[in-house]
Every structure is written in C-alpha cells, then in structure tokens.
C-alpha cells in the first residue's frame, strides 16, 4: 500500500514539474515575442537583429534560438496568432454550423470586415507584419491570415453557383490576398513615422473586394441553368 501511495506522490511530482517547465517555456515564448515587437516597432524589422531581441528579452542567445532559429519564425508565430484569433471570429460568427447558409459574397465581406478590424485594433502588430512581409520573401499564402479562408469562401460560392468558375478559387483568393496585402501597407506605412493614416482601411478594402465579386459573379451561372 505504501509502495503504491509513493508511486502516485512520485507521479504527480513529476507531472507538476512538466507543467511548471511548460508553463515557465510559454512565459519566456512572450517575453520574446513581446521584445522582438518592441524592437520590430522601434527600430525596423529589418534593423533588428535576433541578439537585441535577446537583450531586450533578458535572456540568454541560445534561450532565443531554442525558442525560435529565426526571426522569420518570430513572425510566423504573430502572423499564426492572428490566423488564430480570425478563425475563432470566424467560427462564432457562423454559430458553428448551425446558422442558415450564409451567401459566399457575403462571407467574403465578412472576412474583409474582419480584417480590417484585427489590423485596426493592433497597429503595432499590423506594422510588423507589413514590415517583414516587405523583407522577407513569401508566397500569397504567407502575405497574411487570409488565404485560406479567402479560398473557401470562394469555392463554397464556386458550388452553389454564386461565382464562375473560369478562374480557381486559389487564383481568386490570390488577388483578393494581393489587393489586402497592398491596400494594407499603403494604409499603415505612413503610420509607422507616426503620420496619420492616408484613408480609412474598411472602405477601402470593401470596395476593391465588390470589384472582384461583380466579376465573379457576372460570369456565374443560374443554379437551374444546364451545364
């Protein structure tokens, strides 16, 4: 009995050891990730070097690298972080299935509505994000948190017959990335010498995507038409 009574104390401790490891980990992951936007902000993202994202952390070379090899990987991180909070919005607007069918067009503008508001309510984040976008070399999947919902979007309006289908859905979600990705950084460039913002974002973004979906829907076919 008392074997079996140490073996579960002997088990729990070392559970509580792994979840103080993990916990005290994720406490160092934001602090670094919280130095490097500091940094990012102050300095440039190109300007910034991982060792002053170590100093500013306080923490040792090789605790960063262990954390992240790159700082491409520390953008990674704030650009799946806000991946994140855009499907959770996502998920909830739609009630998790059990709201009617939601016209594709008008989830497209939902998305572009959404996003606005996610690169509004942190500007500090949206300049970064901008600023490595223009440094590093990625593909329109990687631009922002938009691609593959953009994707889905379409291809949901592709087959209720709401948009042609001369053109993918990956194409379309493309240019709908392209024209996010460039209207974004006309708007949020000037801020970053703190000159206020050249036009409002969410006009904007809206009338470039009921460009795409006029054409988009001008080349659809009528459910009830013959293929």
Known sequence: MMREMDNVTGST????????????????????LEAALELFCSRGYASTTMDDIADRADIARRTLFN???????????????????LTAILARAAGQGSAPQVPAADLLRRQFALLAQLSESDIPLTIVLVQGRMTEITDARELFPSFEPLQAAVRLGQDQAEFSTSVSAGTVAEVLSSCFADTISRWILPQITRQPAPFELGPALSAKLELVLNGLAAGAQSPSAPH
Request: proline share 3%.
């Open 13 to 32: 401790q070392v559970a509580s050891a792994a979840d103080r490891r993990a916990r005290q980990r994720e406490r160092t992951r934001r602090r670094i």
């Open 67 to 85: 954390h992240f090899p790159a700082k491409q990987a520390i953008l990674a991180a704030w650009r799946a972080e806000r991946q994140a909070q």
